[in-house]
């Protein structure tokens, strides 16, 4: 049992740098391999493989309007493919599960990076093994920066920090947890939660504003999380969401607990000033959604507030208003409707899995450009499912049925590409199906259940003139 809580420092992955820039676009290169990381303080090291042998990957900084080619190499074992989440990517290079890349060999993607700023990441997506691949490392922020953003003076630089929320699970010699050697068809709940790959890492900070970006890699463990302050126990402290999945929200929206589902952004601006010399730390509810609860779940990171501010940048009020988001427009009428539901033991959408074929697994066919509203049922009783859509940003229009009867204040604030249904829940979402047709993937972001084929597709059509 993990019992050093707050004993190490938050690693912050380092910024990946361009193997070669050109006038309007950068080309990086990342070998995915193996690597031997000391988790457990008194055990031995276990085996993980990552992007450039790093957990969680290095971080991509990029600016809007500058082009990227990143050419992943595989050295591992296994194949994989790579889907950068969050980016409207040509079909092509969007990590379809089955263009997958084998051991030796490698494939360069291209990325537009032409959306708006935002929190992306990039992860494996190989069939069948997405959840081994993403669990035993691979995934990593890739964050995206545009001038509208510089100018909402937000905190930067060292004070926007990354935080990669992740739940695992270790043999008792120290060694990964493995799902596909265990069978495991279900969840991976995982007891150990770790911050940029660290469990339950402390981060010293300053008395003043940090803007956090929160990304859920977990294999299935969804989170709600608040702060505390160590002399103020029982109060939950407020903080300013700003930002998710996709970028700005309209305007910070006060809030006191974050639900956080796998694949989800959520960016927050937290003030630390007031608590010199004090703790304050994350926590996490008990008994969230469908999760097995351990010793430690309800605990993530600490931050200990010293004295002395270096820098002010950022740090003043926070802007009324941060950026017009653009609204799918009304649209009154569901156009489709998918059960997300377990039958027979089988995870499945609308009755079909992945594995029912290239055709029958096709389940929709916006035409590009279409406006269509989909409403996502969770039908499998006690379990809970946070559903991304390939290529778009979603508005979620409303949520009913569950716990959480209603579209969260953050939620309505922006736009989104995963929605968490809870249980009992069914949520309606609208989307313009552009820029690109193709052939994309939507699915169920519990890593378990995607490879056990809670995964379906759309073919966006080509509009005929
Ligand atoms: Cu984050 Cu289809 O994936
Ligand atoms: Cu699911």
Wanted: hydrophobic residues 35%; contains cysteine.
């Amino acid at each position: 049992v993990y019992k050093d809580f707050y004993q190490y420092p938050l690693p912050i992955p380092p910024i990946k740098t361009p193997y070669k820039s050109y006038d309007n676009l950068d080309y990086y290169e990342i070998d995915i391999k193996p690597v031997d990381l000391q988790i457990y303080p008194n055990l031995k090291k276990t085996r993980h493989v990552g992007y450039d042998g790093m957990v969680p990957g290095p971080t991509f900084m990029v600016e809007r309007g500058r082009e990227a080619v990143v050419r992943f190499v595989n050295h591992a074992d296994r194949a994989n493919s790579v889907h950068l989440h969050g980016s409207y990517s040509r079909a092509p290079f969007d990590g379809w599960a089955e263009d997958t890349t084998e051991p030796g060999q490698y494939k360069d993607y291209y990325y537009p990076n032409a959306q708006n700023a935002r929190t992306l990441w990039y992860h494996d997506h190989a069939i069948d093994h997405t959840a081994e691949n993403a669990y035993s490392g691979q995934a990593g922020f890739y964050i995206m920066h545009d001038a509208q953003e510089r100018a909402s003076n937000l905190p930067m630089g060292q004070y926007d920090v990354p935080l990669a929320l992740a739940a695992k699970r270790y043999n008792s010699d120290g060694s990964l947890w493995s799902p596909e050697a265990n069978g495991e068809t279900v969840s991976v709940f995982g007891d150990v939660i770790q911050v940029n790959g660290q469990p339950w890492p402390y981060m010293a900070v300053e008395p003043r504003k940090y803007r956090f970006r929160f990304l859920d890699s977990s294999i299935s463990r969804s989170f709600q999380m608040y702060f505390e302050a160590d002399k103020k126990a029982g109060t939950r402290l407020g903080f300013n969401v700003i930002g998710s999945d996709t970028g700005l929200l309209t305007k910070p929206i006060p809030a006191t607990q974050l639900d956080i589902s796998m694949a989800e952004r959520w960016e927050i601006v937290f003030d630390f000033t007031g608590y010199e010399g004090q703790n304050v730390t994350l926590r996490n509810n008990r008994k969230v959604g469908a999760d097995d609860d351990y010793a430690g779940t309800d605990k993530v990171m600490r931050f200990v507030i010293g004295s002395k501010i270096t820098s002010q940048d950022g740090n003043g009020p926070l802007p009324a208003t941060l950026r017009s988001v653009k609204y799918p427009p009304k649209k009154d009428t569901v156009d489709r409707h998918f059960k997300f539901e377990r039958s027979n033991g089988q995870w499945q959408v609308n009755g079909i899995s992945w594995a029912s074929g290239p055709e029958a697994r096709v389940i929709a066919k916006p035409e590009r450009g279409a406006v269509e509203v989909w409403e996502l049922e969770n039908s499998s009783g006690g379990w809970t499912h946070p559903i991304h859509i390939h290529l778009i940003d979603f508005q979620i229009l409303n949520r009913s049925g569950g716990e959480r009867n209603t579209v969260l204040p953050y939620e309505a604030a922006g736009l989104k590409d995963v929605v968490w249904l809870n249980r009992g829940e069914t949520v309606k979402v609208i989307a313009r199906y552009a820029p690109w047709d193709g052939l994309y993937m939507f699915h169920c972001h519990n890593l378990i259940h995607e490879d056990h084929e809670m995964m379906a597709a759309m073919d966006v059509k080509a509009i005929k003139d």
